[in-house]
Nanobody
Framework: QVQLVESGGGSVQAGGSLRLSCAAS????????WGWFRQVSGKAREAVAI????????YYTDSVKGRFTISQDNPKNTLYLEMNSLKPEDTGEYVC????????????????????????WGQGTQVTVSI
């Protein structure tokens, strides 16, 4: 059984930083993507950053490029999202998600194009950025 548990959310002023963590268990396939999605009430869920576990390829949505960094500690099965220069529009619930994938087609870009294939989801952690 796959479990994803997020931590690290909170409230911060614009320009501040936060670091999110996602501890995973039960991910047994040889290759998979995992990443962070943002959910804002009234809007579609958005893939913020994705990383392919084996090769390390990454994807970022345009609005966070240069400010957010996704990383992973594979021995610890932990995913991170370092968020700097936070803006009020970054506010939302950040959810960790994962999906296994075919080795020949597994990259962060291919995973970002098929976010509906993410099967495993955490419960989310709230990030609130105030002016």
């Amino acid at each position: 059984q796959v479990q994803l548990v997020e931590s690290g959310g909170g409230s911060v002023q614009a320009g501040g930083s936060l670091r999110l963590s996602c501890a995973a268990s039960g991910l047994t396939r040889s290759r998979y993507c995992w990443g962070w999605f943002r959910q804002v009430s009234g809007k579609a869920r958005e893939a913020v950053a994705i990383i392919e576990r084996s090769g390390g390829s990454v994807y970022y949505t345009d609005s966070v490029k240069g400010r957010f960094t996704i990383s992973q500690d594979n021995p610890k099965n932990t995913l991170y999202l370092e968020m700097n220069s936070l803006k009020p529009e970054d506010t939302g619930e950040y959810v960790c998600a994962a999906r296994d994938c075919l080795s020949s087609l597994c990259s962060a870009d291919t995973c970002s194009a098929r976010t509906g294939d993410f099967r495993f989801w955490g419960q989310g952690t709230q990030v609130t950025v105030s002016i």
